[in-house]
Structure formats: C-alpha cells, structure tokens
C-alpha cells in the first residue's frame, strides 16, 4: 500500500482518522468528502438542469418527426398522432421560451384522449416516451382519491416524474404526464348525496390546481402527507399533461345531443349525414361534462381528440407490421432458443377474429397468441426440434384447449 493511498487526497485525512476511506489508481477519498462532493454534483445539476434532460433547441423533433416515429411502433389513429405531435412540440418552444418583450405568454396545450378499450391511448403514451428528451410518466387515475380517505393524494402524480427525472427538480418542472383512466374519476352522479364523492369530483377538484399551474408540495417518497415529512417543492406551471380514457357509454351522450335518435317526421335532417358505426368522431367537451367532468377539468384540457374504433385490417396490421408487434417479438423469443418461428396467412385472420368476437381490441391480440404457443414455448426449449410452422388447424386445436374465459378482459 503505498503513502497515498494511507490519507484522503482531498482533505488530508489519514485512514485511522476516517470511517472510510476508498482507493483509486493514485489516490483515496474519504467517506465525508465523498458525502460534499455528492451535494456538489446535486447543486450542479438543480442549477443547470441534468445533462439527459437538457433541452437544445437543435434537438427539438418538429411534429412530423415525431409522427413519423409514432406510425412505426402505432397503426392508424392519425388523428390522434397528429395532435400528440404538435402538443409535445409545441410544449418544447414554450420551454425555450425566453422573457417574451412583447408580453406574450404562450399557454400549456393539455390533451385528453377519448377512445374505447385497446384502441391504443397508452402504447401512444408510451410510444412518445422514447422520443422525447424531457421527464416522461404515466399514471392510472383509478387509485387517487381525496385527501384523508384510502388511496393516493394527488400529489404522487408529481412524485412519479420526479422519479422519473432522478429527483431533478428543474427537469421535473418541464416534463409531461400521462394520466391514464381519466373517466374513473368522473361525478358520480348528479343528484345531492349526503356521502362525499371522493373518488370522483373529490379527485377532479384537487387536479385542477395541477393542471392550471401552481407550486405543490410533494413528499419524495410518495405515500401520505404528514407534519415531519420533507417536502419537494414543484411549479407544475410548465408540466404537459395527457389524459386519456375510454368513456364507457359515452356515446349514447352523444347520440343523444345529435338527435340520432328521432325518427318519423319530425326527425332532423340534419342528422342524415351522421357516421352512427363510429359515433364517437362527435364528440366535443360537452359531452364530457355531461359523463361527468367537471367544468373547471374540461376547461384546463383544451385539445380534445379521439382514437377511431379498430377494424379487422387494422387488428391485423397491428398484429405483423410494427416494430415490436406481436408476432416478430413471438419469433424473437423462439429465436433466442434457435428455434425458427413461421406462421401461415390465415392464423393471422384467426387471432384477429377471435379478438373481435371477444371484443377484446389490441389489447387481446397478445393473449390469443400466447394462448396458441403456450404448449410449444412449455416443450420446445428442452427438446431437439429447431422449427415450428404455425398453420391454422394448429392454432385452432390449441386455442381450444385454452381458458377462454380468462381472456375476456374488459
């Protein structure tokens, strides 16, 4: 051991002296320096902003990048891309928006995204993740309620992008959430009730002061608040927020303000022209304060968009064609035990009917296929055979052999 390595470089401290002292290729550092040189390394990054989530304006992906990006993981739903697209670029000029000489301010473009089970709210959350270069979360609305009751506060909503910026606190302030199952927390009802709603209006009224931008304390850790807990302070005032949620039934609201429903003479006519197969192209913000959001909600989440309803061609594109779908990450996965995966044509259309049929979405297609090659990813690893052809009568005699009652997820 040589004489450097008996003493800190930094502070001189010997080793007797130190509680730790840990050695490199021509030096040592104690425990207490490494304790200050951390806090340094921490004020750096809370000044500057962490060097993974710093903006330059050179980086920026302008909204047809981002869309292009988003139509190789995302089929259909173009609508739904494009405004994703342009909200998230738009949210990076605000950040870079220095102090405006002439007064003005651009405002946050907050989204919500109506669209029926499986038809892709969070694989467009999730997609969108892998672009950006800001703070990235989603969380499920189902768990919040109001303060002092079961649930989560809905401060945790923050305290997930602060993990996800590494407690980065400047970082935090600039990223984007994705509020996943926003019509959970819709009014329950209309009418007086003498028990409070606190997983309904009692959640959208402590949202609103999120989403319209104010500086909120935020446990670390998440969990309850209370008195001797440390708390982070977060500017939610540039925070992007997404909603999402399926509206269940929400299109008998909207047939309703059509008028789709009258008929005989004195029927509207101005109704002829409506698509009733995809009703939910309709739909406007009051139709969602007619669910049961809030005014005060609906107001600070001004872009409304939809995602159109899943047809077979599309179920199978979904299935074959993206980067990651279904089937290629089957074949991967067989793949890594040498084993060649190849299927025919008209499994294909068997595993999309089956989804139909059980009104199951994308979201089931997975579940089909892994119902069908439950039995040959059990054998196969362990035995000799390096091929497997998938036909039609092969899926069929294995999908029956499955639980199909475990597949009906809503």
């Not at 008996?6 to 550092?29: H, Q, Y």
């Not at 909207?254 to 409506?274: C, D, E, F, K, P």
């Not at 190849?342 to 499994?347: N, R």
Request: aromatic residues 6%; hydrophobic residues 35%.
């Amino acid at each position: 051991m040589s004489k450097a390595d008996d003493k800190c470089s930094f502070c001189g401290k010997s080793r007797k002296d130190a509680k730790l002292l840990i050695t490199g290729l021509t030096g040592a550092i104690c425990d207490s320096c490494t304790e200050q040189a951390y806090d340094i390394v921490q004020d750096e990054k809370r000044r500057g902003g962490s060097s993974l989530f710093r903006l330059d304006e050179k980086d920026f992906p302008k909204p047809s990048d981002i869309k292009h990006f988003l139509d190789e993981y995302v089929i259909g739903q173009e609508d739904a891309k494009r405004y994703l697209s342009v909200a998230v670029y738009n949210h990076y000029k605000r950040l870079m928006q220095k102090d405006a000489k002439d007064d003005v301010e651009i405002e946050k473009s907050n989204i919500i995204m109506v669209g029926a089970t499986g038809t892709g709210k969070t694989l467009l959350a999730r997609t969108i993740a892998k672009k950006l270069h800001v703070p990235f979360c989603i969380v499920d609305a189902t768990v919040f309620t109001e303060a002092g009751y079961v649930g989560e506060d809905i401060e945790s909503i923050l305290t997930r992008l602060l993990q996800a910026a590494d407690y980065d606190v400047i970082a935090a302030q600039r990223g984007i959430v994705f509020i996943d199952e926003i019509d959970k927390i819709a009014r329950k009802s209309d009418n007086p009730s003498i028990t409070r709603d606190v997983s309904g209006e009692g959640v959208q009224q402590g949202l609103l002061k999120l989403l319209e931008g104010s500086i909120v304390n935020v446990p670390p850790q998440g969990g309850r608040k209370h008195p001797e807990q440390r708390m982070i302070a977060v500017d939610t005032k540039n925070i992007l927020f997404i909603c999402g949620g399926a509206f269940d039934g929400i299109e008998k609201k909207i047939a309703q303000r059509l008028n789709t429903r009258v008929v005989g003479y004195t029927a509207n006519h101005n109704t002829s022209g409506i698509d009733r197969n995809d009703i939910l192209k309709y739909i406007n913000p009051t139709d969602l304060k007619s669910f049961g959001l809030i005014p005060e909600i609906i107001g600070r989440l001004p872009i409304l968009t939809y995602l159109n309803p899943l047809d077979k061609d599309a179920l199978t594109r979904i299935l074959t064609e993206p980067k990651n779908s279904i089937i290629k990450q089957y074949v991967k996965l067989f793949e890594m035990d040498k084993i060649k995966l190849t299927f025919d044509g008209d499994v294909y259309d068997f595993i999309v009917d089956k989804s139909i049929e059980l009104k199951l979405g994308a979201r089931g297609l997975r579940s089909i296929v892994e119902a069908i090659m439950m039995d040959a990813m059990y054998e196969m690893p362990s035995g000799t055979q390096k091929k497997l052809h998938v036909t039609l009568q092969y899926a069929k005699d294995n999908f029956e052999h499955a639980d199909v009652n475990r597949l009906q997820i809503a």
